[in-house]
């Protein structure tokens, strides 16, 4: 180099020109005009830089000087040292005189407490030890450990409180913060003014996060942002908004403007000119808004009081809500005494505690724990009524109701009215469903709907329908129109103008019943009515139940008239006595106890225990007489019974007519099964079919055919036309004119045949016997006058002795006892014992003679014998 010097032991000079080293140890390894005169120091180049201490550094640039030990400039221009173990690491015109101070870099930075540091920028100033300006310009660090991280003209002027950048921020009080932003304040221990504009934090540990023109001025606040906002009282927040101030401790605004928070705890979350006045109140937003007592709450809307502790506005305008009261919303709302809720509407009025309307207009609450739902014009007087919606309803006393619909009122305790129009329930626990001009004036009565309808009992119902009315407890009526119920626990379930006047009686529906006795019911129909105690109608027309206990089931003008007794249906019916019954059909009538008319027509039963099955025109008589059916038949007899037919009649007990038309029995036990015009007047007697027929004796029985007469006793003629059996145990099996006329006596058909006692005739035409236990089996004209004698067939013959007999053939004759003509023609057995085989005109006239055959042979010998022949003869 040119002109360097070394004036010290150790010392070196690399180069450069005019440099000079006095200290030990020290070195300038080139530059212009370098100095040192301190030990171990170095100057690594630059131009007219000094070191006037020991173990110090420059690394290079110019004018910059160092007084103090163990310090260092790494370059730049004209830097100054003052202070121990400080260091400059660039820049321009900076000055480090704290001990062991720094900065970094920049222009005019000063350095001037203990352990200071300034990063870089202009003309920051750092006064006090362990103090930091990072940057920026025209800062100030003033006190203990403050810090200014940048920007320009900021100060911090009390220990350990930061400035993070931005334009002139001053921090006055120890442990505060300001982050950046403006001409920002902090005067209050540990505040903080993160950012923004012309905030102040005055309170200690007080926060300004932001905005313009901020202030809080007490303790433990905070104000996040906004605009002109204040908060005057300890531990409050508020954190935006314009405008907004909080006077009270712990009370928080969170957004919104104008708005004014006056005590403890109290909120507001956002909208303008609100104010929370009471402790913890709050008001979510809105405008215009007040929480003025404690736990007061306001959600939103305008112009909203709440003006009793722990008051709740959920919004709406005009409202005001009282001590625990709600509001939800509406406009208008009001309420003057606790523990009420209005959830929304408008013009609606609470003056009494614990109440609640749900909304509508012009609604109106002044008994304790009433209730309103909505709607309009209504009003609850009683405590705990409610008016759930509808228009002009009235809840007018304690625990009464009214659901909707329009002017219906509820005036007795625990009454209820569910809707419709113009509704009244006077008496307690009554209750309207709905309708129009419905009214209930007693306990626990109810009207389901309709219109008119008027419910005076106790415990009673109507269900609907028009114009009903009750009077008595515990009735019913389900609908329909001007039915009436004037006694207890009746019941009518619809129809119209039907009308009950006893206890326990039901009317189902239908048109005009009138029910008179206890107990009794009439199901439906038109004009029924019920008189008798317990009586019933099923359904049908004008049809009367007049006895206890009786029925008409149905059908058109039946009449029951005594009790137990029973109409199922028909018309024109009529039971007149105790538990008569009548099924069906019409005109039929039954005049005696225990007796029935099952239907049919003009049928009627006289005595009791009897029954007509149906028919038209069937009459009885007897005691348990029966006439099943047909027409115009009689039972006269007691336990008499005619099954069927037309004009058929039983005069006698215990008898039977089955069926057929004219038929007559006139003695008891007897039975006639059909026919026609027949006749029984003998007890047991029977006919079974046929026409004409009679019976006059015990026991005699026709099977059929026409005209026959059984006259005798146990007598019976099967069939055939105009027999006769007149003797007891007599029979004809059929035929035309046949006469049993003796005791046991049979004819077994044929026609004209006379049998006699004991007699047989098998058959054939014009047979007679004129005594006993006799036969002809058949033939015709055949004739046996003596007992005991036999003719098997032919014609014209004749037995005259006791026990003959003749095989057939014609014009055969027996005269002696058990002689006998086998056959042929115009034989003569004559004596007894006398015997003709066969042939033409033989005679045996002694007894025990024999004639085998031929013709005109004789025997005249006793045991005497002709075998054949002609003309032959033994005397």
Not at 261 to 280: M, Q
């Amino acid at each position: 180099g040119y002109a360097n010097s070394v004036y010290s032991s150790w010392g070196v000079v690399g180069g450069g020109w005019y440099n000079h080293d006095h200290g030990t140890w020290s070195h300038i390894g080139g530059g212009h005009d370098n100095y040192i005169s301190g030990t171990a120091a170095t100057v690594g180049g630059g131009q007219s830089n000094r070191i006037y201490s020991s173990w110090s550094t420059i690394g290079g640039g110019w004018y910059s000087f160092i007084y103090s030990a163990y310090s260092t400039v790494g370059g730049g221009h004209q830097h100054w040292i003052y202070a121990y173990a400080s260091t400059i690491g660039g820049g321009m015109y900076n000055s480090a005189k704290g001990y062991m101070s720094r900065i970094g870099g920049g222009q005019y930075n000063r350095a001037l407490g203990s352990y200071s540091n300034v990063g870089g920028g202009y003309w920051n100033y750092v006064y006090k030890e362990r103090s930091q300006v990072s940057g920026g310009q025209y800062n100030y660090a003033s006190s203990y450990c403050a810090t200014v991280g940048g920007g320009g003209y900021n100060g911090v002027y009390s220990s350990y409180s930061v400035v993070g950048g931005g334009q002139s921020n001053y921090v006055y009080n120890s442990h505060a913060m300001i982050g950046g932003g403006s001409g920002n304040r902090v005067y209050g221990y540990n505040g903080g003014v993160h950012g923004g504009i012309s905030n102040s934090a005055y309170g200690s540990h007080s926060t300004v996060g932001g905005g313009w023109n901020n202030r809080v001025y007490n303790s433990y606040t905070t104000i996040g942002g906004g605009y002109t906002n204040n908060v005057y009282s300890g531990s409050a927040t508020l954190t935006g908004g314009e405008s907004n101030y909080v006077y009270a401790s712990h009370g928080l605004v969170l957004s919104g403007g104008w708005n004014r928070v006056y005590a403890y705890s109290a909120t507001i979350d956002g909208g303008t000119y609100n104010t929370a006045g009471g402790s913890w109140s709050s008001v979510l937003g809105g405008f215009s808004n007040y929480a003025t007592a404690s736990w007061g709450h306001i959600s939103g809307g305008y112009n909203n009081y709440a003006g009793g502790e722990s008051s709740t506005v959920g919004g709406g305008s005009s409202n005001i809500a009282q001590y625990h009261g709600y509001i939800g919303g509406g406009a208008s709302n009001e309420m003057y005494d606790s523990y009420s809720v209005i959830a929304g509407g408008y013009d609606n009025i609470i003056y009494t505690e614990h109440a609640r309307i749900g909304g509508g207009r012009l609604n109106y609450i002044y008994g304790y724990s009433d209730s309103i739902g909505g709607g309009g014009y209504n009003t609850a007087y009683g405590s705990w009524s409610s008016v759930h919606g509808g228009f002009s309803n009235i809840a007018g006393t304690s625990w009464s109701v009214v659901g909707g619909g329009y002017d219906n009122a509820a005036y007795a305790t625990w009454s209820w009215i569910g809707g419709g129009f113009y509704n009244r329930a006077y008496g307690p626990w009554s209750t309207v469903a709905g309708g129009y001009a419905n009214s209930v004036y007693s306990s626990w009565g109810v009207v389901g709907g309709g219109w008119y309808n008027h419910d005076h009992g106790t415990w009673s119902h109507i269900g609907g329908g028009h114009d009903n009315y009750i009077s008595g407890t515990a009735a019913t009526v389900g609908g329909g129109q001007s039915n009436r119920i004037y006694s207890s626990w009746s019941t009518i379930g619809g129809g119209w103008y039907s009308f009950i006047y006893s206890a326990y009686s039901t009317v189902g529906g239908g048109h005009q019943h009138w029910i008179y006795a206890y107990a009794s019911t009439i199901g439906g129909g038109m004009y029924n009515s019920a008189k008798g105690y317990m009586s019933r109608i099923g359904g049908g027309q004008y049809n009367r139940a007049l006895g206890s206990y009786s029925n008409v089931g149905g059908g058109y003008w039946n009449y029951v008239y005594k009790e137990r007794s029973q109409v199922s249906g028909g018309q024109y019916n009529y039971a007149s006595s105790y538990c008569a019954t009548v099924g069906g059909g019409g005109y039929n009538g039954v005049y005696s106890s225990y007796s029935v008319v099952g239907g049919g027509q003009s049928n009627y039963v006289y005595n009791s225990h009897a029954m007509i099955g149906g028919g038209s025109g069937n009459r009885v008589y007897g005691y348990n007489g029966g006439v099943h059916g047909g027409i115009s038949n009689s039972a006269y007899g007691s336990h008499s019974t005619v099954g069927g037919g037309w004009n058929n009649r039983v005069y006698n007990s215990y008898t039977t007519i089955g069926g057929g038309y004219t038929n007559n029995v006139y003695s008891g036990s007897a039975t006639l099964t059909g026919g026609e015009s027949n006749y029984v007047y003998a007890s047991h007697g029977l006919v079974l079919s046929g026409g004409w027929n009679r019976v006059y004796a015990y026991s005699a029985t026709i099977d059929g055919g026409t005209y026959n007469t059984a006259g005798g006793s146990w007598s019976s003629v099967l069939g055939g036309f105009s027999n006769y059996a007149t003797a007891s145990w007599g029979h004809i099996s059929g035929g035309y004119n046949n006469y049993a006329g003796g005791e046991s006596s049979t004819v077994g058909g044929g026609s004209s045949n006379i049998a006699q006692y004991h007699g047989y005739i098998g058959g054939g035409a014009s047979n007679e016997m004129y005594d006993s236990y006799s036969v002809i089996a058949g033939g015709y004209d055949n004739i046996i006058y003596t007992e005991h004698a036999r003719i098997g067939g032919g014609r014209l013959n004749y037995i005259y002795g006791y026990s003959d007999s003749i095989g057939g053939g014609g014009y055969n004759t027996a005269y002696g006892s058990w002689s006998s003509v086998h056959g042929g023609f115009s034989n003569i057995a004559g004596t007894s014992w006398s015997v003709v085989g066969g042939g033409y005109d033989n005679a045996a006239y002694a007894t025990w003679s024999w004639i085998g055959g031929g013709f005109y042979n004789r025997a005249y010998g006793p045991w005497s014998t002709v075998a054949g022949g002609y003309a032959n003869s033994v005397y």
